[in-house]
């Protein structure tokens, strides 16, 4: 039964994984976008991350993660007689394929290794496995994602080291040092998760100074190679040994002092302290919050979860995706209740929720943005597309079309300014533009996509006469949800959602314009 279960979760995680849901740009604009125009030379659109003065992110952790899977692919693609650049839509469910199976099998194989009795570790994965969470946000390609596996695995390590029974701890020392230094280029954050279970290394390094030694060497050396990468990435010049010396980038130190700067936050979003502990971690876990409170399992696992959340909570700026790692810790830290009747209603509650969740993260949540892309790279006449009220398209997934295709998102813009700024783009209505696919054959075409729910636009939109735009319809994915575009306090809780999720989805229309003959 267990196995059998086991096997149903995992297909589930999988049929996430396939799924073209977009949690957040940073799942993009952070990683394989970066890479993929490294190697395939796709036209990609850098953050200010990583182009201002005092870049924050690290290519380092992105070379193995997202770059060798994307190198293997180009190699195979060539290898099979295949022409031609690789279609971006191809890498991007490889690297959706990759992230679901390095969740199943390094997520699920360090939570063996981290709980000795098997009854609860059967529990404690089906947990893990069942939650949206693993479904959704594990099985797409964020930072947080690779930080939570990172986490896990440097708890494993730091658990075989703490084992008395351990003849040689020189081995588990050196992959610490490489693990740890990888996990702080990808994310500043990873220490804090550490911070409490790392006070059990004290003793075995005092006892073995060779491990220590050989955690230090490792962890210098992989600091030397990140910085090297570092900084020929960022450096306009080849990288020499005397620029190495004098211009390091060193994307961690930048991060941590740009996050410590108060007024750099606040144009992210400040957040009280108890952010993460009322509200975003209770988003994470739902019911599985009151068996930690109640029936936690005292373990190295829950003191990493709690040292992460007590450190991150000293930030300002606070998003549920940054407690992850926490999650395949602490669900990892309960007790069942024994109560059957209390357990029922717990397990329905449990399900319910992550349905709930797991449907609306992992399938609606901006469903559209990327099948619209895809759908963009395919018309021939598509020079100017608007984005309206999503998020951030990313453009690495045109396939070629950035040639031609000029990509303008304003998700934000009030209604009256985009119609001026679509008045301008907008090319005139010819004969074509009002038969069927005969206006794929003009030379220019103008694009706005924008969600169903935008209802500021019906007035607009049966426009038939010869003044003002004209909208065409050409494409609709209904699996879109714009969770951004709540309005409570203006349309109220009713009319809010019936608009949302009534009208969901994401539309595209050809807009054309009258002009003088």
Not at 164 to 181: E, F, K, M, N, P
Not at 371 to 398: E, H
Request: aromatic share 12%.
């Amino acid at each position: 039964m267990w196995r059998r279960t086991y096997l149903f979760l995992i297909l589930i995680r999988l049929w996430f994984a396939l799924s073209p849901s977009y949690l957040h740009p940073d799942e993009n604009f952070q990683g394989p976008e970066v890479i993929a125009g490294q190697i395939f030379s796709y036209p990609v659109r850098h953050t200010w991350e990583f182009t201002s003065e005092n870049p924050i992110r690290s290519v380092f952790p992105l070379w193995p993660v997202y770059g060798l899977p994307m190198l293997l692919l180009r190699w195979l693609w060539i290898g099979n007689g295949k022409d031609g650049e690789i279609p971006p839509i191809a890498v991007f469910w490889t690297l959706r394929v990759l992230m679901f199976v390095i969740s199943f099998v390094l997520e699920d194989w360090a939570l063996h290794e981290l709980i000795q009795s098997p009854r609860h570790r059967k529990i404690a994965v089906l947990l893990v496995a069942s939650s949206y969470v693993t479904w959704t946000y594990q099985t797409h390609t964020f930072s947080n994602s690779v930080e939570t596996l990172v986490v896990a695995w440097s708890l494993v390590l730091i658990q075989r080291l703490s084992d008395a029974r351990q003849r040689s701890c020189v081995l588990s020392s050196t992959v610490l040092g490489i693990v740890a230094v990888f996990g702080v280029f990808n994310r500043i954050t990873f220490p804090a998760f550490l911070f409490i279970p790392g006070l059990r290394l004290i003793p075995v390094f005092w006892k073995r100074p060779a491990s220590l030694a050989a955690l230090v060497l490792a962890a210098l050396t992989t600091t030397a190679i990140a910085i090297a990468l570092d900084t020929a990435f960022y450096l306009p010049a080849p990288v020499t040994w005397s620029g190495l010396i004098s211009k390091p980038v060193i994307t961690p130190l930048n991060n941590l002092l740009y996050n410590s700067a108060t007024e750099n936050l606040a144009q992210h979003g400040l957040h009280p302290w108890y952010q993460h502990l009322v509200a975003n971690l209770p988003l994470l876990l739902g019911p599985a919050v009151a068996l930690l409170v109640f029936k936690p399992d005292f373990s190295i696992r829950l003191y990493s979860g709690i040292s992460g959340l007590v450190v991150l909570s000293a930030f300002q700026h606070q998003e549920a995706r940054f407690l992850l790692p926490t999650v395949p810790l602490l669900l990892s830290s309960i007790h069942m209740p024994r109560n059957k009747i209390v357990l029922s209603i717990w397990l329905t509650a449990w399900i319910i929720f992550n349905l709930f969740l797991g449907v609306l993260m992992g399938i609606y949540h901006q469903g559209g943005v990327i099948p619209g892309q895809v759908f963009l790279s395919q018309q021939p006449d598509a020079t100017q597309a608007i984005w309206w009220k999503t998020y951030t398209p990313p453009i690495w997934l045109l396939n070629g079309k950035n040639e031609v295709l000029t990509t303008r998102d304003v998700m934000g813009l009030k209604g009256e300014l985009l119609l001026e700024q679509l008045a301008q783009l907008a090319t005139c209505d010819t004969p074509a533009d009002r038969r069927n696919q005969e206006y794929l054959k003009e030379k220019n075409g103008t694009y706005l996509m924008a969600p169903a729910s935008a209802a500021w636009l019906d007035p607009y939109l049966p426009n038939k006469g010869l003044e003002g735009l004209r909208f065409r319809e050409v494409w609709r994915y209904r699996q879109h949800l714009n969770l951004d575009d709540l309005d409570f306090e203006d349309d109220g809780v009713w009319n809010t959602l019936s608009r949302v999720v009534g009208r969901r989805g994401l539309v595209a229309w050809r807009v054309t314009k009258s002009c003088p003959k």
